[in-house]
């Protein structure tokens, strides 16, 4: 959405709003970073974010690669910086589209500061000499796609401090097609009002954005001021001077003092504020919270169950598979190529096909060093599976497969899920049945006002080869549930009576068709298998290649089993966990032994990937077993075992089960 368009419904809303500036680091660990700050500060409600350009296009690489993921991955309204100064004209014209197809439609149009090494800025041939002539270049060429921002300066600039000219240029920049204005930073209100009155005043009746430079450090507060040429009230100096050793009072007072300002601006008609975070975040939080504009968690707008993308095309999306739901960004980078995306219904999802696994996002993230000490150095299946309980627990911020602490969802999981991490049953997703919880609903609600949400109870667990037969059987014995089991290899078993969606997350909302956001589906659940055990295996290589943790890892990726268990009937509140009553993964404990050989074949229970029933609990009790009928189905040449509609029990035992093999590669869809 435009940014003066947004500017202009909060304030026909009569509700302030504020957006942040992120500029780009300048080494990848700092990005990542970044990009986690920026998904964290999401919460914070902005109504966009910008990310500067560095004098002469020095980052533009960069800027474009971080508008893409802020608008596509964690759907932030995004604002690119974009200057002329020192930039060829083709330079600029790789940028906007760029901007363009990664759905971006704001642009900050700058004259911009000379590189270091020039001390005068200069048109390069072809290029522009004033963000007017860029401002109009872009309208020219793009039309109404852009909403374009221009720069204001109520104590003038760095070369110039007529302000009346100043104004005279301002009025130019908008006349070329300028759509909203966002000024230099200030620290004295009365200044920036006189001089808002005097825009108004010169017909400029765009939307204004004051420039707001949190206080981090009191060096950072003198060299910024000194840098802008911008005037620093008395009282902000006998506030600031006494305590300018200490970087916590510094950053105490100065919240105080720059909440103040904001509090004047809010009262003058000023309805939006711009903050310069430098990167930071607590900083920018703490005035925020000092202004009370924090948004409470049922104020925060969340059309769907999970965070929407706005890259080009995906505004209108709102069907996704579940399988996904902790690694957003992955989801994101492997659909990206597709020429439309689900909306009302899951489509086809064989073509276009799921993007490969070596794109940028989409493997492992950290060094081999953080992840070893984030994830220790396991030794056993119970190493394993006390990593599994803490995440549950909350005291682990993340797994390889999902990226960020556990959500507030699982709350009511918690208990079942430490019991069966605890057993050896390693728990990947989760979610528990709803029954039309109110869509304001803090933990489950989701889409407009006044509607009602539902959702079936689902868990993915990664099964050991000793239990899987075991697990199926279970899962067979009840007509309410439906699954999903894959190995590495690719050898498919289900009970699912297509390969078409089950909607698990739906919702009924006045004047509105049902909408189904999250879907368990067939070739999704491949696609994502190979995503898993990819990651699995960056895991596995963290460590050193002769390494007990090392083979521990691989030989559970190896052979264990990939599980999504859907429970079908949403009135049942605990329909899942009993399937596992007395299963636990036998001799946990006892450490992983490296094989003479090489060979990573964990030796409890299961050799060379064959299935040993005798740990199944099944067989341990005597049960007998029947094949029912089976069909099979073949997708993109694939075969998969499905169970057939005769009725009879199918309990396979590790002997009898069919694992239709993977003659290429399931799921290279």
């Not at 204001?152 to 301002?170: A, R, S, T, V, W």
């Not at 990573?600 to 049960?623: I, K, L, P």
Request: charged letters at 25%; proline letters at 5%.
């Amino acid at each position: 959405m435009h940014i003066s368009t947004k500017l202009r419904n909060a304030e026909e809303a009569g509700k302030p709003t504020f957006s942040f500036e992120f500029f780009p680091p300048k080494t990848a660990q700092g990005v990542q970073n970044l990009y986690d700050r920026m998904d964290r500060m999401h919460s914070f409600g902005p109504a966009f974010v910008d990310v500067t350009w560095g004098a002469g296009g020095s980052l533009s690489g960069l800027t474009c690669e971080m508008v893409k993921v802020a608008q596509s991955v964690y759907g932030l309204e995004t604002c690119m910086h974009l200057t002329c100064t020192d930039m060829e004209r083709s330079k600029i014209d790789n940028a906007l589209q760029e901007a363009y197809n990664t759905g971006c439609t704001n642009i900050l149009a700058l004259r911009g500061d000379p590189p270091r090494d020039n001390e005068k800025w200069t048109a390069k041939d072809g290029g522009f000499r004033y963000a007017k002539d860029l401002v109009k270049y872009i309208k020219d060429k793009y039309g109404k796609h852009f909403c374009i921002g221009v720069a204001g300066y109520p104590e003038g600039c760095d070369d110039q401090d007529d302000q009346d000219l100043l104004l005279d240029h301002l009025k130019e920049k908008i006349d070329a097609g300028g759509d909203f204005i966002v000024t230099q930073m200030f620290y004295d209100a009365d200044i920036f009002i006189d001089w808002f009155k005097k825009v108004r005043a010169k017909g400029i009746d765009v939307p204004m954005i004051p420039g707001i430079m949190p206080i981090h450090t009191h060096a950072a507060f003198l060299r910024r001021a000194h840098w802008t040429k911008c005037n620093i009230p008395d009282e902000w100096t006998k506030a600031l001077e006494p305590v300018k050793n200490d970087d916590m009072e510094v950053r105490e007072v100065g919240c105080r003092l720059v909440a103040e300002m904001c509090q004047k601006l809010l009262a003058n008609g000023i309805n939006h504020l711009h903050f310069y975070t430098m990167n930071l975040a607590q900083t920018t939080r703490m005035i925020l919270e000092e202004l009370d504009m924090m948004p409470s968690a049922e104020q925060l707008d969340k059309p769907l169950p999970w965070r929407q993308s706005l890259g080009k095309g995906r505004r209108d999306e709102n069907v996704r598979p579940i399988f996904w739901r902790n690694r957003n960004r992955s989801y994101i980078e492997r659909t990206q190529e597709w020429d439309e995306f689900p909306n009302g219904r899951w489509g086809d999802s064989r073509s276009p096909a799921f993007g490969e696994l070596d794109a940028y996002g989409i493997g492992l993230k950290g060094t081999n060093e953080e992840n070893v000490k984030l994830w220790g150095t396991p030794q056993s299946i119970k190493d394993v599976s006390d990593l599994f309980v803490g995440y549950m627990k909350g005291k682990v911020e993340c797994l390889p497969w999902s990226e960020s602490a556990i959500s507030s969802e699982a709350n009511v999981l918690t208990a079942g899920l430490v019991d069966l991490n605890s057993r050896g049953l390693l728990t990947i997703n989760s979610q528990p049945p709803v029954n039309g919880a109110k869509s304001s609903d803090q933990v489950y609600g989701w889409g407009p006002k006044n509607g009602f949400v539902y959702q079936k109870a689902y868990l993915e667990v990664f099964v050991s080869p000793e239990l899987i037969s075991e697990v199926i059987s279970r899962i067979e014995r009840n007509d309410d549930m439906t699954y999903f089991a894959v190995n590495k290899k690719g050898d498919l078993k289900t009970n699912a009576p297509s390969d078409g969606p089950n909607a698990v997350t739906w919702g009924v909302f006045p004047g509105k068709e049902i909408v189904q956001p999250t879907i368990v589906e067939t070739i999704s659940f491949l696609a994502w298998k190979d995503e898993f055990y990819r990651l699995g295996g960056d895991w596995a290589n963290c460590y050193p290649a002769n390494s007990p943790s090392r083979h521990l890892i691989g030989n559970v990726m190896d052979t264990w089993y990939l599980v999504n268990i859907v429970h079908n009937d949403y009135h049942v509140s605990n329909g899942i966990f009993p399937l596992f009553d007395g299963l636990t993964v036998p001799d946990a404990d006892k450490p992983f032994t490296i094989p003479t050989n090489g060979d990573s074949t964990h030796t409890n229970g299961e050799t060379n990937g064959r299935v040993n029933a005798h740990h199944t609990e099944r067989q341990r009790n005597g049960d007998a077993h029947k094949n029912g009928d089976a069909n099979t189905t073949t997708i993109n040449g694939d075969k998969i075992k499905t169970n057939g509609n005769s009725g009879d029990e199918t309990r396979p035992t590790a002997e009898s089960t069919t694992w239709l093999p993977a003659d290429k590669k399931t799921g290279s869809t």
